[in-house]
């Protein structure tokens, strides 16, 4: 784990992978060691700390026979690190690679906002509660289990398909469960999740692009294609940070990137 400090002071910490089942059946997110919500190491430290972690780095999962290919950048499944749980509201981000033909049987989910950002081929949804959808690039897909529900995500296309999925946990449990997709969002629109206290930034970025990375006191960056520069670390595809306490940071785009940041609230 790279650790970098923006602004006064720097400290490692960690926060919360393995089968799409298995943290689902817990309930949302777990309990445990981390920063969530109610937890500000910025004020105990004095500024913004940025944790940094690479794509090289991410617990890897999936079933190779299967067609599946996966890589969890938090605790998930039976890659269980206590010490990897969450991120403000965030309890899962998976980049999920499937090959023609492949895909994750019915299994069910609750107590979790289930956030989808399909970066090349197409994905097919189907639920419990009669959705049936195809996902594709540029589209924001958002499952909000609640109580309770049941899908199921296919490649049922001739190209492979690459997604990232991320979960957050819900301010509060139960309810009912809700579904939504957003086609072809535009660049720098945000789209909220308000259950969870989030609020998602997709930005395309061109060469030597800027972008605000948004204040807050959990900032999630994640890249999904290309390089950026973000402080004195370039980031890459796949590679992710940790900020708490943001504040007026900036990301360079390097080469032409495309990255989703999450800003979370207390």
């Known amino acids: 784990m790279d650790v970098v400090c923006v602004g006064i002071a720097a400290v490692g910490f960690g926060f919360g992978h393995g089968d799409k089942t298995a943290l689902s059946g817990r309930g ?3 309990p445990g060691p981390g920063y969530g919500r109610g937890e500000r190491p910025a004020e105990v430290y004095g500024g913004p700390v940025m944790d940094v972690h690479r794509a090289g780095a991410r617990y890897r999962g999936g079933e190779a026979a299967a067609g599946i290919e996966s890589w969890h950048a938090f605790s998930f499944g039976p890659h269980y690190d206590p010490g990897n ?15 023609p033909g492949a895909g994750f049987d019915e299994h069910p989910h609750s107590h979790t906002e289930i956030v989808t950002w399909v970066v090349e081929g197409e994905l097919t949804h189907r ?13 924001v897909q ?8 049941r899908h199921v995500e296919r490649n049922d296309g001739t190209a492979p398909l ?7 946990a819900p301010l509060e449990p139960g309810g009912q469960p809700s579904y939504e997709i957003v086609p072809g969002i535009a660049d720098s629109t945000p789209y909220a999740v308000p259950e969870a206290g989030a609020m998602l930034h997709v930005r395309r970025l061109s060469v030597r692009e800027r972008t605000a990375v948004p204040d807050g006191a959990w900032v999630y960056v994640h890249v999904v294609r290309g390089t950026v520069r973000l402080g004195e670390e370039e980031l890459g595809a796949g590679d992710s940070a940790r900020i708490t306490g943001a504040r007026a940071l900036e990301a360079v785009a390097v080469t032409p990137a495309e990255v989703l940041l999450w800003e979370m609230s207390a």
Do not use: K, Y
């Open 127 to 139: 639920d419990s509660t009669g959705h049936e959808t195809r996902v594709r690039p540029g589209d």
């Open 85 to 99: 749980l969450r991120f403000g509201a965030l309890i899962a981000c998976n980049e999920e690679r499937l090959a």
């Open 142 to 149: 958002r499952l909000s289990s609640a109580a309770g529900v």
């Open 162 to 168: 690459t997604f990232v999925q991320m979960w957050l």
């Open 28 to 30: 949302g997110a777990p």
